[in-house]
């Protein structure tokens, strides 16, 4: 069975990935730096299985990445910063890592890995082209793949994300015609579901509502989104990686059902059977995106994946985890 490497694979999406791919009788290994990845429960039932094995290294430095030594099939480069606060908190660290793990990354795939064949995947962000429609007023909806990416304010702080998955695009796509190696790119739009942390929408609601909140802040109301659940995305993740066909191609990875998140959050008091009294509308964050909606006609084309979770399922599954692993007390 083939080798596969996580990088970040204690975070969100890196273990549900590797939860899929170890179910299968792949041979997986993670590696974390455990910043913000949870040594929980979940991950100690991963770490468990016979055909998974974990490593605990800085993968900013390139000698972590020498320690790895080579042999993998499959590279899933996962690592990075995510969390809409960090990106506001610690935008020099989000760069700093986001890059030199993607330098050290490639380096050492195209020099040290060793396996004729082997392919690696990176996961950029809807965010590398979240500022056209505010640069612009102009920006396809559905968006497809190819519209221009922008870094509308580089003194946003907020833009530091999005500037290092566009580096990171130009990375893997210019290091693997330079050099001939497998490559594809995938840009998440909204992964949800359980696990995810506590730094995003749909977790943040559901603490406030198991604080019974009053009144009820909803933060961009109006804004939209489309909302694609773990599995779903995993297992598109992985069908990206598996095909010729995507060697070389960037692939959204999302629903064709665009949300509010007024209605969205709606959804969630009808399925914790809860509301508010009072709602305190809010606006978005500085340098929020007012409409996001994936084209994801190319990724079904060459490999035909699709989401199959709709909402309310997803919504149900990921409210039942959270409301039985409430937010941890914060060290002091």
Request: glycine share 8%; net charge negative; charged share 25%.
């Amino acid at each position: 069975m083939k080798n596969v490497l996580i990088t970040g694979g204690a975070g969100f999406v890196g273990y549900h990935l590797a939860k899929r791919l170890a179910g299968q009788g792949y041979n997986v290994y993670i590696v974390d730096n455990f910043f913000r990845s949870q040594d929980d429960a979940d991950f100690a039932a991963l770490k468990s299985l016979p055909n998974v094995w974990t490593m605990e290294r800085d993968l900013t430095k390139e000698s972590s990445w020498d320690e790895l030594g080579g042999g993998f099939d499959h590279v899933y480069h996962l690592v990075g910063i995510n969390g809409t606060q960090l990106f506001y908190d610690m935008p020099h660290e989000v760069l700093r890592i986001g890059v030199s793990t993607i330098l050290h990354g490639l380096e050492w795939f195209r020099t040290k890995n060793g396996v004729p064949g082997a392919k690696i995947l990176f996961t950029s962000s809807n965010e590398a082209y979240g500022d056209a429609l505010k640069s612009f007023n102009q920006l396809p909806l559905p968006t497809p793949e190819d519209v221009p990416l922008v870094i509308g304010d580089p003194y946003n702080p907020r833009s530091s994300y999005s500037a290092q998955k566009l580096i990171g695009e130009l990375f893997f796509i210019h290091y693997a015609k330079a050099y001939n190696f497998r490559m594809s790119i995938v840009r998440p739009h909204n992964f949800y579901g359980p696990r995810a942390g506590w730094g995003h929408v749909i977790p943040e609601v559901v603490e406030r509502i198991a604080a019974r909140v009053e009144p009820f802040p909803i933060f961009g109301a109006d804004d939209t989104r489309s909302f694609c659940y773990i599995d779903d995305a995993v297992e598109a993740i992985q069908a990206v990686m598996e095909s010729e066909k995507t060697d070389g191609g960037t692939y959204h990875i999302g629903t064709t059902e665009e949300t509010k998140i007024q209605d969205l959050i709606e959804k969630i008091f009808t399925a914790t059977h809860w509301r508010p009294a009072t709602l305190d509308i809010k606006n978005s964050p500085e340098g929020s995106v007012k409409r996001r909606l994936a084209d994801v006609s190319k990724i079904k084309r060459d490999t035909g994946w699709e989401a199959k979770t709709n909402l309310e399922e997803g919504l149900t599954k990921t409210i039942e985890w959270y409301l039985m692993h409430p937010k941890p007390a914060a060290k002091k």
